[in-house]
């Protein structure tokens, strides 16, 4: 694995009703940034997807893991669970984490994805209709993209489905919006794995799935 010198920095964006925050990760070198955004009940503390994120790090990726809601609206969601099924306030933070992104000195010159995990990915595709200047390429890990059916066939950018064999409904719903994308667009189910990837291996799996793909669609296609 190779190992890239990287920068750490806190991120704080101001939203509705107080701030979100954020932990950036900016490699030595990087050329091109994944934002990750969390869904159902996570934060970017999730250790699943910081799994992930190291592995795109040493790839030489940047990272920026964001919470999507505000920590007063973290709190009720603890008692509701009802604001992490709202994908319109979710997909407005994920913009807002966006436009960060391309308002930044350090990273507005980079092509940016977006990986998503559960309701988070729902977010990303529909942030990535509604801003397709923004948003390269797409992963959805264990993702409820039918959330943002509506949007789907907008996303222009490159999009990969990954779902857990053993997730029988949640490989169904992203099987039928699969056929609503409308650009390039890949499901890829990884054998026996239930919905959180808890096997031995299938967190490596995605992350090397998803690694593959941000470097193909952010890096791969630069001039």
Not at 35 to 45: D, I, N, Q, Y
Not at 164 to 169: H, I, L, Q, S, Y
Request: proline fraction near 4%.
């Amino acid at each position: 694995m190779t190992t890239h010198r990287a920068s750490e920095q806190s991120v704080t964006i101001p939203v509705d009703g107080g701030a979100i925050f954020g932990d950036r990760t900016l490699p030595e070198g990087a050329k091109a940034m994944v934002l990750v955004a969390h869904g159902s009940g996570s934060s970017r503390r999730s250790p699943r997807n910081r799994s992930v994120a190291a592995v795109l790090q040493s790839a030489g990726l940047a990272t920026m893991l964001i919470d999507l809601l505000t920590p007063a609206e973290e709190a009720e969601d603890e008692r509701t669970m009802r604001l992490r099924f709202d994908i319109d306030l979710l997909a407005g933070r994920t913009r807002a984490a966006l436009r960060r992104l391309h308002e930044d000195d350090a990273t507005k010159a980079l092509c940016v994805g977006v990986f998503g995990a559960s309701t988070g990915a729902a977010a990303a595709l529909m942030a990535a209709a509604q801003e397709p200047d923004y948003v390269d390429a797409v992963v959805s890990r264990g993702g409820r993209p039918d959330l943002a059916s509506a949007y789907l066939g907008r996303v222009r950018a490159p999009t990969l489905l990954i779902v857990g064999g053993a997730d029988a409904e949640v490989l169904e719903l992203n099987r039928r919006a699969l056929a609503l994308l409308g650009f390039e667009k890949e499901l890829h189910v990884v054998r026996g794995a239930t919905h959180l990837f808890e096997e031995p291996g299938a967190l490596d799996g995605v992350a090397r799935v998803a690694c593959g793909w941000f470097t193909e669609h952010l890096i791969g296609k630069l001039p």
